[in-house]
């Protein structure tokens, strides 16, 4: 099946660092990607809608200059926390559709943790 | 926000037993996924369920959904131990950017050898 990796798989930083994560889509390219996070034992909550081409999309209540989107290219996004604070730390996880379809393939994640 | 709920929140069961997991959603729906997370870890797919079906099979996977209650289930049959994760519901947006997924709260499994 379709492969979506992360780098790194975890981080840890000062306060006021900026943290980049990438998603790859190994196998496949993807015009779209997307960015969720997801808090100890609880659910996904969708980020942003990372556009090739274009700019992000970002949910109700994220701040776009927070976390910066970049789609670099058919099978790179780029998630960039900047200026990271303690209530940033989190899993993040990446997710591309393949082909036409509904169905979504996830990055392994990327736990960060701002002292 | 969450399309759904899930529950129960949490299921332990024992090796070989039965494990029945719900979901209800909101808004009307193209199709409902079943997703599985391993602690610390990405999302497997595990089956998708349009919206005019009613059952679907995968190998101990049995999935049902009833549009008319906006709800599904999910029944991993003869449970093992690695069955054990955390169970997500997740439903695209009808008629939306195709992709973007609103997950439900999940349900942890733990199945004991």
């Known amino acids: 099946g379709a492969v979506v990796s992360q780098h790194p798989s975890r981080v840890i930083c000062k306060s006021g660092t900026s943290v980049k994560i990438e998603c790859r889509s190994l196998?496949?390219?993807?015009?779209?990607m997307f960015w969720y996070r997801q808090f100890p034992k609880q659910s996904l909550m969708l980020m942003a809608t990372s556009n090739e081409g274009s700019k992000a999309t970002y949910e109700q209540g994220v701040e776009k200059d927070k976390f910066l989107i970049n789609h670099a290219s058919l099978t790179l996004s780029t998630l960039t926390v900047t200026s990271a604070h303690p209530e940033d730390s989190s899993f993040y996880i990446c997710s591309a559709p393949s082909g036409f379809t509904d169905t979504q393939y996830f990055g392994p994640g990327t736990r960060l943790t701002v002292l | 926000s969450q399309q759904g709920e899930e529950d129960p929140q949490a299921l332990s069961i024992q090796e070989g037993e039965n494990a029945t997991m719900n979901c209800s959603y909101k808004t009307s729906i193209n199709n409902l996924q079943w997703y599985r997370q391993n602690s610390g870890r990405g999302l497997v797919h595990l089956i998708l369920i349009r919206s005019n079906e009613r059952e679907k099979h995968s190998g101990r996977l049995r999935v049902t959904l009833d549009t008319s209650k906006k709800s599904s289930s999910l029944l991993i049959t003869a449970s093992r131990a690695a069955d054990t994760a955390s169970y997500f519901c997740?439903?695209?947006?009808?008629?939306?950017?195709?992709?973007?997924?609103?997950f439900g709260q999940g349900t942890i499994l733990t199945v004991h050898p």
């Open positions: 997740a439903t695209p947006p009808g008629g939306t950017s195709y992709g973007k997924l609103t």
């Open positions: 196998d496949f390219q993807a015009t779209t």
